[in-house]
C-alpha cells in the first residue's frame, strides 16, 4: 500500500520561521573607497510539527512546545484524527502542504504510523522524529508490532482493555476504542504522573478507530528521510526493546532516557533536546 498524494500550492502572506541578519554590517565611507556588507539572512529554522498519538490530542505536546516555541521555532500540533492509517496520513499530509519551507516531523506512539506515511515523498521533511512510537516497515500494523516482543499492556485480549463504542454509520467492525480507565494510568504513565494527572488524562482521551490497529503501513518515508528517536525504557505501551529494534530497523539517532510512555510529559526536555538535534541536522 503506497500513499499518493498531489501537492496543492497555498500561497500565504506571512513568513514561516524565524530569519535572522547574519554579518549585518555597514562600511564606513572613507575619502578613497566604501565598502558595504551587506546582511545575509540565517537559514530558517524548520516549523516542527507535533503529532500526537492515540487516545490524547494536541496539548500532550504542551510542555515540550513551549520549549521550542522559547528557542525560535515555530511549532504546530495539527489534530490527528486517528480514524486509521491511510486516513489519517492522508490528511496530515494536506496539512504539510501548507506551511512553507523545511519540516521537522515528530510523532509519538501511534503517530509516528502516521508520519511514516504522511512524509513519504515529501521534500519539505527533513527529518523524523519518533518519541515512544511505532517506526513501521511496509505491511506492519500496529497490532503486529505492539505484540512483536513481550511486555505491552495493550498486547491482550481487547475486551479486557478497551471500552468499545459503536460509530454510527460505519462498519460495525469498526468501533471507537477507548483504553479502561484502570489500565490507563498503567500503560502511559507507569507511575511516574502523579494518579489525580493520570485521572484527567484518561477522562478526556480521545479514541482510537480499530482500523487504526489493522491497517498496514505503506512505504516508509523514513528509507529516505534521516530519523530520530526518543526511548522510553519504562514503557509499559511499546516495549524498549521493540522501540530499539524499530530504531535500529531505520537507521535512527537514538537515545534511552528512563521514561514511560508519555516521556514529553515526564521528559520533556530530553525529548525536545533530540528534536532540536534533528532540526539543527537540517541546516
Known amino acids: 500500500m503506497k500513499l499518493s498524494f498531489r501537492r496543492r500550492l497555498i500561497s500565504v502572506g506571512v513568513v514561516i520561521g524565524a530569519l535572522t541578519l547574519g554579518g549585518a554590517g555597514i562600511g564606513t565611507a572613507q575619502a578613497s573607497t566604501s565598502h558595504t556588507l551587506h546582511p545575509r539572512p540565517a537559514t530558517a529554522k524548520p516549523t516542527v510539527v507535533l503529532v500526537h498519538g ?11 512546545a513551549t520549549k521550542l516555541q522559547h528557542d525560535s521555532y515555530r511549532v504546530v500540533t495539527p489534530p490527528n484524527l486517528l480514524s486509521g492509517v491511510e486516513n489519517d496520513a492522508a490528511n496530515l499530509r494536506a496539512y504539510l502542504d501548507t506551511i512553507t519551507g523545511p519540516i521537522v516531523l515528530v510523532g509519538h506512539s501511534y503517530g ?8 513519504l515523498g515529501d521534500k519539505q521533511v527533513k527529518a523524523l522524529v519518533y518519541v515512544d512510537a ?12 505492539t505484540s512483536a516482543v513481550p511486555g505491552s499492556v495493550f ?3 481487547a475486551s479486557t482493555v478497551f471500552d468499545q463504542v459503536a460509530i454510527p454509520g460505519d462498519d460495525p467492525h469498526n468501533v471507537n476504542l477507548y ?3 484502570s489500565i490507563f494510568g498503567t500503560a502511559f504513565a507507569n507511575k511516574s504522573i502523579p494518579a489525580k494527572d493520570v485521572a484527567v488524562l484518561a477522562a478526556r482521551q480521545r ?6 490497529l489493522v491497517e498496514e503501513s505503506g512505504e516508509p518515508a523514513w528509507r529516505t528521510v534521516p530519523s530520530w528517536s526518543v526511548i522510553g525504557k519504562q514503557d509499559a505501551v511499546i516495549p524498549a526493546a521493540q ?3 524499530m530504531s ?3 537507521k535512527a539517532h537514538a537515545i534511552e532516557i528512563n521514561a514511560p510512555h508519555l516521556s514529553m510529559l515526564t521528559d520533556a526536555g530530553a525529548v525536545t533536546n533530540q528534536i532540536e538535534a534533528a532540526a539543527k541536522a537540517t541546516d
Open 54 to 64: 492515540a487516545w490524547a490530542d494536541g496539548s500532550s505536546w504542551d510542555k515540550v
Open 112 to 119: 509516528g504510523m502516521v508520519i511514516t506515511n504522511a512524509a
Open 134 to 145: 511505532y517506526i513501521p516497515e511496509q505491511h506492519d500494523t500496529v497490532l503486529s508490532l
Open 155 to 157: 498486547a491482550a485480549e
Open 179 to 181: 483504553v479502561k480507565p
Open 207 to 212: 479514541p482510537l478507530a480499530f482500523n487504526a
Open 243 to 245: 522501540q530499539i529494534a
Open 248 to 250: 535500529k530497523r531505520a
